[in-house]
């Protein structure tokens, strides 16, 4: 186990679990920058909107993998998730989730 694994546990293996949980994607990227590409059955809810979308996320009880361009967004969006009470982690970059899953 690396040091990175052991701070913050092992992203990897995480969404690994999620996944086998039935966990939903959301992708915190703008409207058009998901309109130019993303992971199929993802659902697009911008950054912005995430803190009015906290109920409707809760009502799905599933667990949330997020993401976005690079990790910065969906590391905020994970945040926000995790600090309502929603199980959630931070996928990362599109792109590099879309290879993990």
Known sequence: MGLLDLL????????KEFQKRGAI???????????????????????QTISSKINDIKKLNKPVITCCASGMRSGSAASI?????????????????????
Request: a positive charge; aromatic letters at 6%.
């Open 81 to 101: 998730l995790k600090s309502n009470g929603i199980e959630a982690v931070n996928g990362g970059g599109w792109m590099s989730l879309q290879t993990k899953l």
């Open 25 to 47: 994607i959301i992708d915190v990227r703008t409207a058009s920058e998901y309109q130019q590409g993303a992971i199929k059955g993802s659902k697009n809810m911008p950054l």
């Open 8 to 15: 913050f546990g092992n992203k990897q293996n995480t969404i």
